[in-house]
């Protein structure tokens, strides 16, 4: 992928967002995983089928997300390479969500302005897996504020290290093993054994995107609210304290940058999970902090998209 490609899908995604009237493979990995898991399920007849049926699972969703891209791109380089081109930087554009992560967290933010707590709640569903329907509107606001700054990382960094890293073929593996995650990758039943490999990998694929893009959160920070110093503190003091080795980076990160805390019990599946507290609580949580937190991520994805461009030109 060259830099020109890389520019103009970033800049696609900035205009045109996630179109629901648009085909887009990562809908085509979702109803995947869909129909697989049940066919995998049927012979998973202990706790160790369950998790070799996940390994299973996981190793075909990503390796087909890879080889198609790969495949679809070869096979129009063989009747146009402007048709290639044309392929190429779409499939880059649908990997990408600096567009829609802002519009979802501005759809919350433009309910909680009109008092309308309940649409709030019922917009934050749409974009989170806690249940949403009995927060209060700190609590809404917070898991806002969560979900945008932990998806900086998830929808918008790590696409673009991976595009970088090894074009399309690779960023769409990566959103494949993302969606994994996001479906199976829980540590609760019936997901436990099935989702381990999906969940593991998960881990591994965002270890350096969730560093990089909490770097550039304290960098975005002293930018925007002169506040990279308190980003940079909170990060490397609760960063860790997570129980995903990768969230609570850019959580932390963008708590410290905001002065509010993030983290506290989420209710999933009916069951309180008692997340741990992250930064301070310097300021009193207000809607304001989701517009923030959303500059803070349109800040940090174009500053993600100037490394990627240098690191294409040199390379």
Known sequence: MNPWQLGTAFALDLILGDPKWLPHPVRV???SVTVLEPALRRWAASRLGERWAGV???ITVVLSAYGIAWLLIALTAMIHPVLAMAITIYLAFTVLAVRSLGDEARGVLDRLRGSDLVSARQWLSRIVGRETDQLSQDGVIRATVETVAENTSDGVVAPLFYLALGGVPLAMAYKAINTLDSMVGYPIPPYREFGWASARLDDLANYLPARI???LM???AGLLFGQARPAWKIMRRDGRKHDSPNAGIPEAAAAGAL??????PSRHSGLVKEKP??????????ANHIAQVIRLMRTVSFMMLILCLMALSVF
């Open 213 to 215: 893009t909490g770097l």
């Open 56 to 58: 299973l699972l996981t």
């Open 29 to 31: 990995i979702g109803r």
């Open 218 to 220: 304290v960098l975005g």
């Open 259 to 264: 002065g509010i805390q993030l983290g506290g």
């Open 277 to 286: 507290w992250l930064s301070d609580a310097v300021n009193d949580i207000q």
